[in-house]
């Protein structure tokens, strides 16, 4: 007796979508964030760092919303 499958095709799709919003939700803060550290530890400032994963975390999701917001 054999099982009917799943749909796995619908569902793969899915979650590789979510994986790549949790990737660009993570890379933006990270990278500006890092950028930002390294400009305060070059400039002896403080406020940088905080200006770098703000402006990451708004561009990643202006890209999210570029990407899979609109139809």
Do not use: C, H, K
Not at 4 to 13: H, N
Not at 59 to 69: C, D, K, N, P, Q
């Amino acid at each position: 007796m054999s099982y009917p499958e799943p749909e796995v095709e619908g569902m793969a799709r899915q979650t590789d979508v979510g994986y790549a919003v949790i990737g660009y939700l993570l890379a933006g803060p990270l990278t500006f964030g890092l950028i930002g550290l390294l400009l305060d530890w070059w400039l002896d400032t403080r406020f940088l760092l905080p200006v770098g994963v703000l402006a990451g975390m708004g561009l990643s999701m202006y890209s999210i919303w570029l990407r899979y917001g609109r139809s």
